[in-house]
Nanobody, 129 residues
Framework: QVQLVESGGGLVQAGGSLRLSCAASGRTFSTYALGWFRQAPGKEREFVGAISRGGSSTYYADSVKGRFTISRDNAKNTVFLQMNSLTPEDTAVYYC??????????????????????WGQGTQVTVSS
């Protein structure tokens, strides 16, 4: 079981930056792949990016590639989302999620929402124009 708590959201002007954090409980944090998703008002939740359990591999949605960076600190059970060059289109509630390994201990990076087993409550990011 993993509990996830996001923080770091807020109001920022277009062109600005924010760094989101997601703190996890549990001793198995390093075995999970982690993802960030977002949901804007009236829209479906969408994939932002993901990071492998060791942190060596990342995968981003085209809409954020080159602007957002995911990293993790397994010693501190925390994953980060650095967001630069923000635009009003980035306004959304941002969620972190954990994807548990399968019975063979394998977990792949994926954008599929249904693949993720645990979710945080979300943190609001608002970008003003």
């Amino acid at each position: 079981q993993v509990q996830l708590v996001e923080s770091g959201g807020g109001l920022v002007q277009a062109g600005g930056s924010l760094r989101l954090s997601c703190a996890a409980s549990g001793r198995t944090f390093s075995t999970y792949a982690l993802g960030w998703f977002r949901q804007a008002p009236g829209k479906e939740r969408e994939f932002v990016g993901a990071i492998s359990r060791g942190g060596s591999s990342t995968y981003y949605a085209d809409s954020v590639k080159g602007r957002f960076t995911i990293s993790r600190d397994n010693a501190k059970n925390t994953v980060f989302l650095q967001m630069n060059s923000l635009t009003p289109e980035d306004t959304a509630v941002y969620y972190c999620a954990a994807d548990a390994p399968d019975r063979w201990g394998i977990v792949a990076l994926t954008s599929a929402i249904t693949a993720y087993d645990y979710w945080g409550q979300g943190t609001q990011v608002t970008v003003s124009s």
